[in-house]
């Protein structure tokens, strides 16, 4: 498996805007953070911060094999390394072969969903009931 971890990193909360929130960035290599941290900066000074957005990812074809695993087919590293069913690594070598490019690497829209501070007075519906 190549250099993965799973990140988090201080948001905005997805309804005042104001506190700092631990959102989840999912699985990515320190480079792939660094590239999405960039994009995301550049969302929230523009004021543009919707509650869900996306950024886009960089990926060799090694790392797009993991990433994919990892953060689409809810694959666990143990479960990298211990062997992938061959119908998604099926499914994931199709991916690769046709988001390739010329110059060797593979560009993914990454999803990231901000969450809500307890600051602001926003629960999910179950604390609601």
Known sequence: MTNFQYFFHKLPCFNCKKTKVDTDLGWLTAAMKEEILEQVNVIVAEGNVAADFTVNVTCTAEEARDYLLLNYFGYSEEELESGVEAEDAEEVANEIAESLTAEGVI???????????????VFDDESEN
């Open 107 to 121: 560009v993914f829209e990454h999803e990231i969903a901000l969450q809500s501070c307890t600051d602001c007075g």
